[in-house]
């Protein structure tokens, strides 16, 4: 895992670093800028395209000096930097820079505020301002940002975009300098991974600039992001003699008529995910579909207006609610007055539980649930951002002790401890119907094999994203289907697996 930090502890990690590496505050903004050229070199190869470095007069401003110059000593020649001196105040290592601009003759110019020159450069470099804001933009900034967004060029951000805020509630109206793509300093940002800096940003990279790792772990904050080999220590392979008792019995309450489609992916995914037994609860009419399509799962039929027979203490764990119908809540009610293992609720199970709120005291403790953003927010409340959605997470999962997977491209488990994980796997492609019915199924599964519920849900969140990442990036495809994504996951799984073997 990697522990995520705001931006007041990636100033302290700073501090700690340069006295106990020991390195020189200067030295670790030259290894930033290093790191920051390397990449930027890969990926910009064409020396002849004329770069404009956007400086402001604080540290992401002596990183965009030293790249500038840096970027000159890699034979780019159509450099030129443009100082935001809107305030008297500048780093010590914003002016040891400047001096060695100037040794290194990198031409630059001094903006004067409201009086901006044309801008034709290639490619823009935002060095203004980067984890140091404390405020909205405002005067000489705020325009000069509104300037250079007008102009549409490809902006390339130094450590944050100017005018972002790396945690808290962003402000719709903010205003930011956009950019194509953020080359960040050891860590991601919290904000980069919520939806609302989608409008800001298009993409991120993270280098690392030797920050002390430990100390970064060992900080309090309860976000991290799940890293492959988290997944590879947490996956168990099969042993010898084992057998389909030993990997449980699911069964999924899923499906209407017209939404059997629902129940057929979730009862596949589990099996696909390695659950010895599945057994799915269908209405009827989708029987036929059922035994045609996946033999391997059993089904309890459900009659019209008509309990079904469920010999409750037969499973292992129980999922519920892919395209259940919100006309099921006498089954819900049976479910949880006959089980009190752990349960996956998802979809028509969380709608209904929104309009029944008495069923929270039946639910089990380390009991899963998945909802989508709007789900969320039908259960929880409206929220008019992520970063409450976050804070009510928290404070959700740990009243009622459950987990909380809020599915999002990058989908965040909260556990009952207060842990919030983000998933780094998954892509556009995945953007259709299914999908989460897939997801299911693959957590309810995993929980049938004996994880415990929380892994069940880092595990099943992580392989439902790097399968859809195989399928969709190795192939070139730019659309994935549920059912594809179901059937791709032992391929994953077996690769996950592979590398505990190596
Ligand atoms: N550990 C690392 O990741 C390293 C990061 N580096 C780079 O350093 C910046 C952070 O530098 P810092 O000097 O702390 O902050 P900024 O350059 O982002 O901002 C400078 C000052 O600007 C003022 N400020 C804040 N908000 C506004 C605003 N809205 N309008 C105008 N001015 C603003 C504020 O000063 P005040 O005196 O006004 O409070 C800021 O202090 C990081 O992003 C990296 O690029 C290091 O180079 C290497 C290690
Ligand atoms: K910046």
Redesign the pocket.
């Known amino acids: 895992m990697l522990k995520l930090i705001t931006s007041a502890q990636m100033h302290e990690v700073d501090a700690h670093t340069i006295s106990t590496e020991p390195i020189a505050s200067v030295d670790l903004m030259e290894r930033a800028s290093k790191a920051f050229v390397c990449f930027f070199c890969n990926h910009f190869p064409d020396k002849n395209i004329s770069i404009a470095v956007y400086c402001g007069t604080g540290n ?1 401003g002596g990183d965009g000096l030293a790249i500038a110059r840096l970027l000159k000593a890699n034979q780019y020649e159509n450099i030129d930097v443009k100082i935001a001196r809107f305030s008297d105040h500048a780093t010590a290592d914003f002016d040891t820079n400047f001096t060695r601009l100037k040794e290194a003759s990198v031409p630059f110019i001094e903006l004067k505020a409201g009086d901006f020159p044309e801008e034709n450069a290639d490619v823009i470099i ?5 984890s140091g804001l404390n405020k909205p933009l405002s005067g000489a900034y705020a325009d000069l940002v509104k300037h250079l967004n007008n102009i549409e060029k490809k902006v390339i ?6 005018g972002l805020l790396t945690e808290g509630v962003i402000d719709k109206d903010a205003i930011v300098l956009k950019a194509d793509l953020v080359i960040t300093f050891q860590r991601p940002k919290l904000n980069f991974l919520l939806p609302e800096s989608a409008s800001f940003m298009d993409d991120f990279v993270v280098v690392d600039i030797g920050l002390d790792e430990n100390f970064i772990q060992n900080l309090d904050s309860n976000f991290e992001l799940i890293e492959e080999k988290d997944v590879v220590k947490t996956v168990r392979p099969r042993k010898k003699f084992e057998h389909k008792g030993t990997f449980g019995h699911a069964l999924l309450i899923a499906g209407q008529a017209k939404t059997m489609g629902a129940a057929l992916l979730c009862s596949s995914a589990a099996a696909y995910a390695g659950v010895g037994l599945t057994t799915v609860c269908i209405p009827a009419p989708g029987l036929t579909a059922l035994n045609s399509l996946i033999p391997e799962v059993m089904a309890i039929v459900r009659e019209e207006k008509q309990m079904p027979e469920i010999e409750w203490d037969k499973f292992t764990v129980i999922g519920a609610g892919p395209g259940l119908g919100k006309d099921s809540t006498a089954l819900m009610e049976a479910l949880f007055a006959n089980f009190k293992k752990s349960v996956v609720l998802d979809a028509d199970a969380l709608n209904m539980l929104s309009e029944n709120s008495d069923w929270w005291q039946s639910i089990p403790e380390n009991s899963i649930i998945t909802p989508h953003v709007k789900e969320f927010d039908r259960l929880f409340g409206a929220h008019t951002s992520w970063w409450e959605r976050l804070e009510t997470a928290k404070k959700q999962a740990a009243e009622k002790k459950i987990i909380i997977v809020l599915k999002n491209q990058y989908t965040i488990i909260t556990t009952p401890e207060g842990s919030q994980y983000f998933n780094p796997t998954g892509n556009s492609a995945m953007a259709s119907g299914g999908m989460g019915d897939v997801l299911t199924g693959i957590i309810t599964s995993f929980i049938a094999q004996k994880y415990a519920p929380a892994e069940a849900a880092l595990l099943g969140v992580y392989l439902h994203g790097k399968a859809g990442d195989e399928l969709a990036l190795n192939n070139r495809s730019s659309v994935v289907l549920a059912a594809q994504v179901a059937a791709q996951v032992p391929v994953t799984l077996a690769k996950i697996i592979a590398q505990k073997n190596g």
């Open positions: 992401n935002d060095a203004l301002l980067g951000a130094v450590d944050v975009p100017t």
